[in-house]
């Protein structure tokens, strides 16, 4: 008979009127004047048995059974870090440069009567809302950029339903179409597929269709002047390609604690997570931000949709399946802002951790049925970009190390082997670490803190596969532009005072 069988046959006998004080001696093999060498008497001593049955035959199995689970998908992440972090150790010792691999060459502009057309029309559009602290800062940087002005359009899609916030948007563009630069303010009268429905609505406008390459930067995003200069040429001399990723340069890292913490984590995601799939797969997640677009591309991949509150890899995954490349450019980084409160951070985490998981939800059959790709492509997107990198590292952090690793100090019958509590946690710790070499000695505070966000992005995974109610939710990321305005600083340590309780300092 199965210890479950012998279970719920205690139970039986034991809540039954005829045996309520008393368990039948058959049923269980066992005396009830002794368990475990403890005599029990009266109402305690039957709590203290079925406590005792119950974690025996019930919460043991249980748990054992989701200890193997952790220590399956332990082992699939440990192979997973150790593999991106393999790939990039090669491309760094082989220098194997975006500008190595792929033709790079600068736009010609000897001739000066044929200079400006020898340069590709381009759209840099700014999604914005409600955004006063920085829109100045993000339209001043993008009408800066060194490119021809006849050969570009800066399209602002200003979705802001604060007065104050329009009015800003209004000046800055009158400011810099007053000294020629060609600008666009583009407001919609409603916010439906928020970011997503900016940007399709912005595609849609006649002067678009001039151009071959649409740059796209979030309202906090700061391009150095020759982004354009650096980027655009993997277009142009690599047809295959549709998108040029560039990494971004946390201008506000040391405010405080927790942004230092983001810091270490998104460096990982760039050097290992970007660099790796740009390197072997030609393929990774659009960021959303600091990024060219080939806008054939775009288009045969349907355009923006706004069915996930992850538009952005929800294109670079149809692109990829219609077999177009990607290209990560390390060297070329954007200033940004990060969010300095938990407030403000939690939203951003739920939609980052959500949206894919939704995502994956809706585009894994369409994934396995598309016949453009190989199997072999197809195999990474389900199995290493989506499973192990968006579903996996949320539930196996939270569920193994705030959950399994406590509860065994009550279950000391729970083995748990050292190269899954030490070995594979301390290797996946460094490799991230190495990543922000100059935050190593916080790695105590960035891995209590990652466990702690574990529980809101599991939370927010789960969201996303069941489609429950939250799954659509977009809160726009809070900036406060104090960091980026270095003359604020004063401002900044008032903010302090209003602000400590959302804040590590």
Not at 435 to 464: D, Y
Request: some cysteine; proline content about 4%; glycine content about 4%.
């Amino acid at each position: 008979m199965s210890p479950f069988m012998k279970f719920f046959l205690f139970l039986y006998d034991y809540l039954s009127p005829s045996s309520f004080f008393l368990v039948q001696r058959n049923t269980l093999g066992a005396s009830l004047d002794t368990t475990d060498g403890v005599v029990r008497s009266g109402i305690i001593g039957e709590i203290i048995y079925i406590w005792k049955q119950t974690r025996i035959f019930v919460f043991i199995p249980i748990l054992k059974c989701l200890v193997t689970i952790c220590l399956v998908m332990s082992l699939l992440l440990f192979i997973e870090r150790v593999y991106m972090s393999i790939v990039v150790v090669f491309v760094k010792l082989l220098r194997r440069t975006p500008e190595k691999v792929h033709k790079w060459e600068p736009i010609n502009d000897d001739d000066l009567e044929l200079a400006n057309t020898n340069y590709p029309m381009v759209l840099i559009q700014i999604p914005m809302y409600n955004e006063k602290e920085v829109c100045q800062l993000s339209i001043g940087a993008a009408c800066r950029l060194s490119w021809p002005l006849d050969r570009m359009i800066v399209q602002v899609l200003d979705d802001s339903t604060d007065p104050a916030s329009k009015e800003l948007v209004n000046a800055e563009c009158d400011k810099w179409a007053r000294k020629g630069i060609n600008i666009m303010s583009e407001i919609r009268d409603n916010r439906i597929g928020y970011k997503a429905g900016a940007l399709k609505a912005g595609m849609m406008h006649n002067y678009v269709k001039q151009c071959e390459f649409v740059a796209i930067f979030d309202a906090d995003f700061q391009p150095d002047p020759d982004f354009l200069e650096r980027t655009i040429p993997f277009l142009i001399h690599n047809h295959e390609i549709s998108l040029v990723q560039c990494r971004w340069k946390f201008v506000n890292a040391n405010e405080c604690l927790m942004t230092r913490m983001q810091e270490m984590s998104l460096n990982y995601h760039f050097v290992a997570e970007q660099e790796s799939g740009s390197s072997i797969h030609a393929f990774f997640g659009f960021n959303g931000t600091a990024g060219v677009w080939r806008i054939a591309a775009l288009n045969e991949a349907g355009g923006w949709k706004d069915r996930t509150t992850v538009e952005d890899m929800d294109l670079a995954v149809r692109a990829c399946l219609h077999g177009w490349k990607f290209v990560y450019v390390h060297d070329v980084e954007v200033k940004n802002e990060l969010p300095s409160t938990f407030k403000a951070y939690r939203f951003q985490q739920h939609r980052w951790s959500c949206g894919p998981a939704n995502l994956w939800r809706k585009m894994t059959m369409e994934i396995l049925q598309n016949k453009k790709v190989s199997a072999w492509k197809k195999l990474y997107l389900i199995y290493n970009f989506f499973f192990i990198r968006k579903i996996v590292v949320h539930i196996f952090t939270f569920v193994f190390y705030c959950l399994i690793l406590p509860t065994t100090v009550l279950f000391p019958e729970l083995q748990v082997p050292k190269w899954a509590t030490v070995y594979f946690p301390t290797t996946i710790t460094i490799l991230n670490a190495i990543a922000t070499p100059r935050s190593l000695h916080l790695l105590v505070f960035w891995i209590l803190f990652e466990n702690v966000m574990s529980m809101h992005r599991t939370k927010a995974t789960f969201i996303g596969l069941l489609e429950a109610g939250r799954v659509n939710e977009w809160v726009v990321t809070e900036k406060l532009g104090d960091t980026l305005k270095s003359k604020l600083i004063g401002k900044a340590t008032t903010k302090l005072y209003t602000r400590f309780g959302q804040r590590y300092a």
